[in-house]
């Protein structure tokens, strides 16, 4: 079945580091990709997401390009700062289906 | 348009005990989901509804049951709670195949 692999924190950074948190899936057909973010205490809310490939989505200056012939969907951030604290999942919407597949989450962590 | 609210926020039952943790939403979404979050397990579905009438089982549905009750709300039951049922619980919606989730605030259930 559909799956979706992403680098296992914690990522621990200093403020204005250079962000990248891998994301690589397996699917049938051509599955959306998303970025979802969850700060403490709350629900998982949409960072980015592309539908197709090549695309490339980005949001609050984190980008994520859909790359078909590597599976993968890495997101990045040029300059994090102490707010992008928080759980990252890198999740597929299955092609033609109501599921939506998540990643384990990756815990960032961004110091002063 | 207050998006997905669930209630209550925060539950403590004892091993054996009933309840019913309710959901809503009110952006006309055919889709709703249920979900359990435990640390290191990312988000498993417990059930779906992919439109009003309708439910499926997820990856984890044992020890669950759920209504749809109207296209707004989708209600999961514990008719028995076990501790291992201690979680965080979502619910989510979204209107179509391969779009967005939109996620509640949760519910944090214990079970002694």
């Known amino acids: 079945g559909d799956s979706v692999t992403q680098m296992e924190g914690p990522v621990t950074l200093s403020e204005e580091a250079f962000l990248t948190i891998n994301c690589t899936y397996t699917?049938?057909?051509?599955?959306?990709l998303f970025w979802y973010v969850q700060y403490p205490g709350e629900g998982l809310q949409l960072l980015l997401k592309?539908?197709?490939?090549?695309d490339k989505g980005s949001n609050k200056g984190f980008e994520a390009t859909y790359r078909k012939e590597t599976t993968s969907f890495h997101l990045e951030k040029g300059s994090v700062q102490v707010s992008d604290s928080a759980v990252y999942f890198c999740?597929?919407?299955?092609?033609?289906?109501?599921?939506?597949?998540f990643g384990a989450g990756t815990r960032l962590f961004v110091k002063a | 348009n207050a998006g997905v609210t669930q209630t209550p926020k925060f539950q403590v039952l004892k091993t054996g005990q009933s309840m019913t943790l309710q959901c809503a939403q009110d952006?006309?979404?055919?889709?709703m989901y249920w979900y359990r979050q435990d640390p290191g397990m990312g988000l498993r579905l417990i059930y779906y509804?992919?439109?009003?009438?309708?439910?499926d089982k997820g990856e984890v549905p044992n020890g669950y049951n759920v209504s749809r009750l109207n296209k707004r709300e989708f209600s999961l039951r514990l008719e028995s709670a076990a501790p291992s049922q201690t979680s965080v619980y979502f619910c989510?919606?979204?209107?179509?195949?391969?779009?967005?989730?939109?996620f509640g605030p949760g519910t944090r259930l214990l079970v002694l």
């Open positions: 999740a597929l919407s299955e092609a033609g289906g109501f599921k939506t597949i």
């Open positions: 699917a049938t057909g051509y599955p959306s």
């Open positions: 989510a919606s979204r209107q179509g195949l391969r779009e967005t989730q939109y």
């Open positions: 952006m006309n979404h055919n889709s």
């Open positions: 592309a539908t197709k490939a090549d």
């Open positions: 509804s992919a439109s009003e009438g309708t439910t």
